[in-house]
């Protein structure tokens, strides 16, 4: 058992004289390897300082660069794409209440008048802002209308969003684009994804219905009994409901 030296301690005897000198010199050891550590740390620091001193700013600039781009590029661009989209956004909203002038209207939303741009030049000209991906899902859903199938898919599979409506209608018009082309397969696919983005009370029913319907016309009549009974049990309120049992008797048929 070790003999540690106190205030006024003397040895009794050699033995504990050779054990206080003992741990005298471990102290002593340790504190000269700290000594040494601190003072190598010191002259890498030393003879490193410029490398550091370079990464430091180097990160400094980077923070003070990203900063700078939010504050005086992005965010004006966000402002300024925003105010754009407001334009072609009225068109489109004219031209889905209009009875007569629904083309004209949707082709001055895509592609502008007056000056104003169109939900494409807005796509080009702000890349990577908010609005430039919303204009992407309305120049979707105007293709659509426009029965240009192919150019509404492509829009609308370059949208992104975890909304719950509008991610739910990206996909099922998605769907509905290749339902007109003939394509079932893949517009069932796509229901399919349109109904597990969200089961809300107005995309899901609605879903449920084209997805039971595209499954009926390809023979997967069990697929198709499971969305209409999803639609009596689960959304009994809902539009899609009305007339949903002469559906789910065909399906069983």
């Not at 106190?6 to 003992?22: L, T």
């Not at 010199?25 to 410029?50: P, R």
């Not at 684009?177 to 995309?203: G, M, R, W």
């Amino acid at each position: 058992m070790a003999t540690y030296k106190k205030r006024g301690f003397k040895p009794k005897n050699k033995e504990e004289e050779a054990q206080i000198e003992e741990h005298d010199s471990t102290t002593a050891e340790v504190f000269n390897t700290l000594d040494e550590g601190a003072s190598k740390t010191e002259a890498w620091v030393q003879k490193n300082q410029n490398y550091i001193l370079g990464v430091i700013g180097v990160i400094a600039v980077g923070v003070l660069a990203y900063l700078g781009y939010h504050q005086f590029i992005q965010n004006p661009k966000e402002a300024s794409a925003a105010n754009e989209l407001f334009y072609p956004q009225q068109y489109f909203d004219q031209a889905l209440a209009s009875e007569t002038e629904k083309d004209s209207l949707f082709n001055m939303a895509l592609n502008g008048a007056q000056g104003k741009y169109g939900f494409l030049d807005i796509i080009e000209e702000y890349s990577g802002t908010k609005a430039a991906n919303l204009a992407k899902y309305s120049a979707g859903m105007t293709y659509l209308n426009l029965k240009q199938y192919d150019q509404a898919i492509e829009h609308l599979e370059e949208f992104s969003s975890d909304d719950d409506i509008m991610g739910a209608m990206a996909k099922g018009g998605i769907g509905d684009a290749f339902s007109q082309l003939n394509q079932n397969d893949d517009a069932l696919d796509y229901y399919e994804k349109a109904i597990a983005h969200s089961d809300n009370e107005f995309t899901a029913p609605r879903f449920l219905h084209k997805a039971g319907v595209v499954a009926l016309e390809l023979g997967e009549k069990s697929k198709a009994l499971g969305y209409f009974e999803r639609i009596k049990e689960e959304y009994p309120n809902s539009q899609e409901a009305n007339g949903v049992d002469a559906l789910i008797g065909l399906a069983q048929n």
